[in-house]
């Protein structure tokens, strides 16, 4: 009996991008062009930039979740088009996509959406099964250092103390793109955080399940249905939101990503507000 390489059994086009995906991209790249050199209307530039990137993120990471999946086992998320990052071809698009660009424009917190669908039954060792749910998260860190590259080597505007002490921004020029860019940088890190949440029906709650007993796994995937909803609740009408904004305030700063310049990105992004 010959050993059949996994490729051979992989449909030729699987790992291609989608047109789909390269429109997001080209969209992303062009709005960015649009915001460094101020061409028209800045704040829907801003508007572009910031929601494509996100759009972009949201698509590495369920590959992410789908890539995993197919070298642990799963070769049937080739066949559902997974590995090509068409968001269209996602279990629930309006969860995985729409929702959590809604959340962005409304609150610029970066909601995780949802999940790519992995056939478990492939999957033999609980290990892997942990792995598939961490790469989503891990890869929103990943993007998170990638995109604050520019502020840590100094390139971005500051505020810096006068004699007065009030304080003054250094003159980097391009200020409407870096707030853009360090809106997507604190999208990332507010992402990986809340996927990382050992709550049931994120990722971080899939990362631990495995390890439970069957009874106990069980009653977790009863109530991992609610677990979007209770992560809702918790964020915008109870103290925990504020100590969640505590946190991804100061993991942004470790990355030398400032509150005030991706909080002037969320307002830029927002066009039809008042200035």
């Not at 080739?78 to 729409?98: C, E, F, M, Q």
């Not at 660009?101 to 033999?124: K, S």
């Not at 870096?178 to 709650?205: E, H, M, R, Y």
Request: proline residues 7%.
């Amino acid at each position: 009996m010959t050993y059949e390489p996994v490729f051979t059994r992989t449909p030729r086009n699987a790992f291609l991008p989608s047109p789909v995906f390269v429109g997001i991209v080209a969209v992303f790249a062009v709005s960015g062009v649009m915001t460094w050199t101020s061409f028209g209307n800045v704040r829907i530039d801003v508007f572009l930039f910031v929601i494509s990137g996100w759009i972009i993120s949201l698509c590495l990471h369920e590959y992410a979740h789908a890539l995993t999946g197919f070298f642990s086992g799963d070769l049937s998320v080739a066949d559902r088009g997974y590995l090509r990052l068409n968001p269209l071809k996602y279990t629930h698009p309006l969860l995985s996509i729409v929702l959590p660009v809604i959340v962005v424009i409304l609150g610029g917190i970066g909601l995780p959406g949802g999940a790519v669908w992995i056939d478990h039954q492939y999957i033999r060792s609980r290990l892997k099964d942990s792995l598939i749910s961490a790469a989503g998260p891990l890869t929103n860190v990943v993007l998170a250092l990638v995109v604050a590259v520019p502020f840590l080597a100094g390139m971005a505007p500051e505020l810096a103390p006068t004699v007065t002490g009030q304080y003054s921004l250094s003159d980097s020029g391009h200020l409407e793109f870096w707030a853009a860019l360090a809106l997507l940088a604190f999208l990332q890190v507010t992402a990986s955080v809340l996927n990382f949440l050992p709550v049931p029906g994120l990722d971080g709650g899939s990362i631990i399940s495995p390890w439970f007993s069957p009874a106990y796994q069980r009653a977790w995937n009863l109530v991992a249905p609610w677990g979007f909803l209770l992560l809702f609740l918790l964020l915008w009408q109870t103290q925990v939101g504020e100590y969640f904004y505590v946190a991804v305030n100061w993991l942004a700063g470790l990355i030398n990503v400032e509150p005030w310049l991706y909080a002037l990105g969320f307002d830029l992004m927002r066009f039809w507000s008042s200035t």
